[in-house]
């Protein structure tokens, strides 16, 4: 557990001179704390007994002086800790995004999308807990032991009292967090497993609105709620246990020092003065213990968030950079023995043991049933997944040497789902570009490649749109067109292209085929697709069955050998 919490050290440690700053601070805080039961002890044993007014007044006017000098040292010492807090979420934040975008594609899918939301949730806690009332308890507790030497040094009878409550205490606390721990572990993964359905459900809105789904979908609903609440029940019990343990144990501390206390005072060894400014001090050293008991959930789900935040940041990433920077493919591809497997053996591989060669220019088809690998095998080719077994060749050179930024930007790629993000159109068709900011006329030339510019200038406000949530303030075609304008940004010199008429009518179809034509005249052109019209459009058609290349060749001879074979 503590090795997945490493990550934590260097973000801490240029905010050592704001801890240090905090635990002195702290220091003079508990220092001054001890200046209301001393006040106390001296009222009753030299005021009240020899009516010192005088020594009352001077007594009265030094507490004034302490509580303005606590106030504002209390104050100082919260801003240190938002500081810490700050910082914090900073240097973190930063470090969790980058490392979430240079994550491998087949780790991000293998986990819901709801995992990788509760990092940043995560994040939050641990910000939270290292600037709040737990990151305070951890500053006062060193301090306690001052508390204790002034009991042993006012009222020795009764110190020893304290001296077991602390320890009863500091083992209740440990027992509150393993066993609160185990429950709220159970908590967090239900938490998860519910608000993965509901994300389902919220991405799927539409087609649960169009079919009345709603009732198919409750049971399930109401059993992921009623785990978490059941959860949170049975965690909400166990905590409010040691809690009242907790007051228990205080009561009985309180009666003990008293009770002591008092056969003390009878027998002269302490006065009332002492037990009183005892008492008192007691209150206060057992006050962090107490909350401690309380908060240990908060506290306990700060380890647990950043142990999986830690769990996070230990994964593989991949280089944004290869070592030396190539010049621009031409975009010649070759798949030389290449097996894929989303799990590791005995799982059946995905690509099992392809070979093939993508020559520069023209239209390359792959086409097959579904579930054979093709939309695998794009991945692949563009580098997204990692073969197995085998490799791909980008020019004569592993793709498995260049770092994200290099193969993206030099492969245009657009997959099936057609996915737009919050802003407007222009933004959406920008973010294609990996080499920095592109002007106006680069978005407007990859839009007109794409064959969709005219529709853009049709609309109100043109290239400033908003796409709406997901882009569904568009239309799928305009959605396909614009995924497309996205990936020519930059002109790059291989397009990659996942059943790119999904959403087209025949009249944008026949456009899509040629506008791919064009393209394929000076750059590689990649398709998966069915379409009669992008497959007569092809120069080469690679049929995929199982895994394996069952077909491959010139478009017209592949064409005609699967029309010979539907006969047969």
């Given amino acids: 557990m503590a090795g997945r ?55 009265t006017l030094g507490m004034a002086g302490v509580v303005v000098f606590d106030f504002l040292l209390r ?51 641990v910000r939270n807990t290292l600037g709040g ?50 429950v709220a572990r159970a908590e967090r993964t239900g938490a998860q497993a519910r608000d993965t359905l509901l994300a389902e459900r919220l991405l799927g809105r539409t087609t649960v609105k169009a079919l009345a789904m709603e009732h198919a979908l409750a049971p399930a609903w109401e059993k ?74 908060g506290l306990i789900a700060a380890r647990q968030a950043a142990a999986r935040l830690g769990e996070a940041f230990a994964l593989p990433t991949e280089p944004a950079r290869g070592a030396v920077e190539l010049p621009r493919p031409a975009g010649h591809l070759t798949v030389e023995n290449l097996t894929f497997r989303f799990a590791a053996p005995p799982a059946p591989p995905v690509l099992d043991g392809l070979a093939l060669t993508i020559r520069p220019g023209g239209i390359t088809a ?30 004569g050179a592993d793709i498995g040497q260049f770092g994200r930024h290099d193969l993206a ?13 919050a802003g407007s159109i222009r933004d959406n068709i920008a973010l294609g570009a990996v080499r920095g900011a592109v002007d106006d006329a680069a978005v407007v030339a990859a839009a007109r490649l794409a064959g969709v510019h005219d529709a853009i200038a049709a609309l109100p406000e043109g290239y400033g749109t908003p796409v709406g949530e997901g882009g569904g303030r568009l239309s ?21 292209l996942d059943e790119p008429t999904a959403s087209l ?20 052109v990649v398709v998966v697709s069915h379409s009669p019209v992008l497959l007569q459009a092809a120069r080469t058609i690679f049929v995929l069955e199982q895994g394996r290349l069952a077909a491959s060749g010139p478009a017209a001879e592949v064409l005609a050998y699967l029309s010979r074979g539907s006969r047969s």
């Fill in 133 to 182: 009332g737990i990151a305070l308890l951890a500053a006062d507790l060193p301090f306690v032991f001052l508390f204790i030497g002034l009991v042993f040094l006012i009222a020795q009878p009764v110190a020893w009292i304290l001296v077991i409550a602390f320890a009863a205490f500091f083992g209740l606390a440990v027992w509150a967090g393993f066993s609160v721990g185990a």
């Fill in 5 to 59: 919490r490493r990550w934590l050290a260097p973000v801490l440690a240029p905010l050592r001179p704001y801890l240090g700053e905090v635990l002195l601070v702290s220091f003079f805080v508990n220092l001054l704390a001890l200046a209301t039961p001393v006040y106390v002890l001296q009222v009753y044993d030299r005021v009240v007994f020899h009516a010192g007014l005088s020594t009352l007044t001077g007594l």
């Fill in 476 to 496: 799928a075609g305009i959605r396909q067109r614009l995924v497309l304008a996205r990936a020519l940004i930059g002109e790059p010199p291989l397009i990659v």
């Fill in 505 to 524: 009518d025949s009249a944008a179809e026949r456009g899509l085929a040629e506008t791919l034509r064009r393209l394929a005249a000076e750059r590689t």
């Fill in 409 to 421: 930007a030099w492969v245009g790629y657009a997959p099936q789902e057609c996915v737009l993000l």
């Fill in 366 to 395: 792959i086409m097959g049933r579904n579930g054979c690998g093709k939309t695998t095998l794009l991945k692949l080719l563009i580098g997204l997944y990692r073969p197995a077994e085998g490799r791909v060749l980008l020019d």
């Fill in 224 to 297: 992921a709620r009623a785990e978490t609440i059941d959860h949170a029940v049975r965690r909400g019990q166990r905590q409010d246990r040691f809690v009242h343990i907790g007051h228990a144990l205080g009561v009985v501390t309180t009666v003990s020092m008293t009770t002591v206390g008092a056969l003390a005072i009878i027998d002269h060894q302490m006065t009332i003065g002492s037990l009183i400014a005892a008492n008192m001090l007691g209150g206060r050293l057992l006050a962090p213990l107490n909350q401690l008991v309380g908060g240990w959930r």
């Fill in 75 to 125: 104050g100082l010492r919260a801003r240190l800790m938002q500081r810490v807090a700050l910082r914090v979420d900073v240097r973190a934040g930063q470090k969790l995004d980058a490392h979430l975008a240079a994550l491998p594609l087949a780790i991000l899918e293998a986990r819901p999308a709801s995992h990788w939301q509760g990092l940043h949730r995560d994040l939050d806690l």
